[in-house]
């Protein structure tokens, strides 16, 4: 019984989770429509009323024990002190770098993930990205001899040892006092982290934000794919070898994979012989050639989730590769009845045969697919509203379904 | 005291962004200098919702600073100034024929200039906007 509560406050999360994750972005592409009707002094001070009314609602779904709204308000928070920074770029024209405001954000925004540990998740990857901007300000602190190479792609055999190094140790440190916090909330003695866990999924972490920065400036070469791809496979075949010898479940091979592909994808992209022309040919049965490349990694992760007996990320891949196969259908009316269809017969059987997960899947599916039909906004300004009333709109669905489910199951078992 | 804590925790981004804001705010009530710029590349200077501008130092009258030199090592090489693609179409003109000026907060005192206000034709871009609607 109490594994089928675990399981559905799973689901609730992750799609809160999502929700939120638009409601903020919603709020950031509000800030970049750029309200220039409104006097900036108004815009810093309802900036600040609203993270204080946000830190209000956190306090007081804590102090009412709704656990899963305070997770929800902690998100958006993390969202809209994004958003906030960007507004004081924007109002006092400072100079606009993305790496500078996720280290700033990652430097203040640190609390929230002791108070909600999924939180890290975000932060991570943002503070790592961030940290691609420490180089140049140390530039001018230690001298130029040491970091006048930071941006070459030959520099890769050096400094980012000692960057990722150093930030591994950062980050593990981070992650042994979140643990600490976390026992000391449950009230248990510290438990044993596993280093090579932590340390692995720093490092592909590291791996990973360091190849995604080159994305957007640099064209893809072979010297690329030998310094990044490379050491990205020796590094995740060890992690998998050390990992299997412990007959250790490991997700490493996944993270692995997602690099691997990203990477060889854009790569053969950039390819302008059959090769790419094949690969263009592929995922030409959808709009645009990066719309394959999910497809691809879903594909090869259901199979290894299967070969491996992973069950929970078997789901998982199921369930990404329905979203996918529901948002990149053409955005008009005659794709979206039968995506609503196809989720009534889901929810139908679901119904019949008592599986809850599949039956809220198919809701929240059509709700997305709804949504869906009307993203494409131009407007930057109508965009913003769109993404905040869409999670808005999840959110109620969720916590409607939580309520509603309840219900509906419990009179069908009494029959 | 728990709650207290995680009061405290969650008020520290708020505490930082505020006090951000008021040092940028007295930042921007300095002396007011006017450096004309240009577009930083004449292909493309407006991306997206920024513009690209360079100071031009051989236009710009140094007599509004200090001995009437212009401290050219106090500024950044390069600017970008947020503005909306629609409004920015409206300007590529003005600043293509080298009539704008960036009014920037400066202070002798170490810090950063900070840009308040683009001049086009010496009136705020928005009042220029506003009379050739």
């Not at chain 1, 997960?357 to 930057?380: C, G, H, P, S």
């Not at chain 2, 708020?14 to 705010?25: E, H, N, R, S, T």
Request: proline content about 3%.
């Amino acid at each position: 019984m109490e594994k089928i509560e675990k399981k559905e406050n799973y689901w609730e999360t992750v799609l809160l989770y999502f929700a939120s994750f638009l409601v903020g972005l919603g709020m950031i592409a509000e800030v970049a429509a750029n309200w220039q009707q409104i006097p900036n002094e108004a815009k810093l001070i309802g900036a600040l009323v609203l993270m204080i009314v946000n830190v209000g609602a956190i306090v007081i779904s804590k102090w009412a024990k709704k656990n899963l709204l305070m997770q929800v308000f902690t998100c958006i928070y993390a969202f809209l002190i994004a958003g906030v920074i960007g507004l004081i770029g924007q109002v006092f024209q400072l100079h606009s770098d993305v790496a500078k405001g996720c280290l700033f954000w990652s430097l203040i925004s640190w609390p929230l993930f002791l108070i909600v540990p999924q939180i890290l998740w975000l932060w991570i990857p943002l503070f790592f990205f961030g940290v691609h901007y420490l180089p140049p300000c140390l530039q001018s602190l230690i001298g130029e001899g040491i970091f006048s190479d930071w941006n070459s792609v030959g520099s890769m055999s050096k400094l980012p040892l000692v960057y990722l190094t150093i930030s591994t140790i950062a980050v593990y440190a981070l992650f042994l006092i979140y643990e600490y916090f976390v026992c000391v909330r449950n009230g248990k003695n510290s438990s044993f982290i596993n280093p090579l866990k932590f340390y692995s999924a720093v490092l592909m972490w590291g791996l990973y934000c360091r190849a995604s920065s080159y994305a957007m400036d640099s064209t893809v070469t072979i010297g690329f794919v030998r310094e990044i791809l490379v050491p990205c496979i020796v590094v995740g075949c060890i992690i998998y070898a050390v990992n299997r010898m412990f007959k250790r479940e490991s997700f490493m091979p996944i993270f692995l994979l997602g690099v691997v592909l990203q990477w060889s994808y854009v790569f053969v992209l950039n390819d302008h012989s059959t090769l790419g022309g094949l690969v263009s040919w592929v995922s030409g049965i959808h709009s645009t050639d990066t719309d394959g490349l999910p497809l691809i990694f879903w594909l090869i992760a259901l199979a290894y989730s299967w070969y491996h007996k992973m069950p929970r990320l078997q789901k998982i891949c199921v369930l990404a590769l329905i979203t996918w196969l529901i948002l990149t259908l053409e955005d008009n009316i005659f794709s979206l009845i039968p995506c609503l269809i196809y989720c009534a017969i889901i929810a139908f059987f679901a119904y019949r045969q008592r599986n809850k997960k599949w039956f809220n899947t198919a809701i929240i599916m059509a709700v997305l697919r709804i949504l869906f039909e009307y993203a494409d906004v131009q407007n930057l300004q109508y965009f913003g509203m769109y993404l905040v009333g869409s999670g808005l709109l999840i959110i109620v669905t969720v916590l409607f379904l939580t309520k509603y489910n309840r219900i509906l199951w419990e009179k069908k078992d009494e029959k | 005291m728990k709650n207290k804590i995680f009061a405290i925790l969650l008020f520290v981004p708020v505490i930082v962004l505020g006090a951000y804001m008021i040092k940028l705010i007295s930042m921007s009530r300095f002396e007011k200098v006017e450096v004309a710029v240009q577009g930083y590349d004449p292909k493309d200077f407006f991306s997206g919702y920024y513009m690209y501008l360079r100071p031009d130092w051989e236009k710009t009258d140094c007599s509004q600073f200090a001995d009437n030199i212009c401290p050219q090592e106090e500024f950044e090489q390069t600017y970008t100034f947020y503005i909306k693609r629609e409004q920015s179409d409206k300007l590529s003109a003005k600043v293509n024929a080298g009539d704008v000026k960036l009014q920037f907060s400066y202070s002798k005192g170490g810090f950063k200039p900070l840009i308040t206000d683009l001049l086009v034709d010496g009136k705020s871009f928005l009042e220029y906007l506003q009379q050739t609607k």
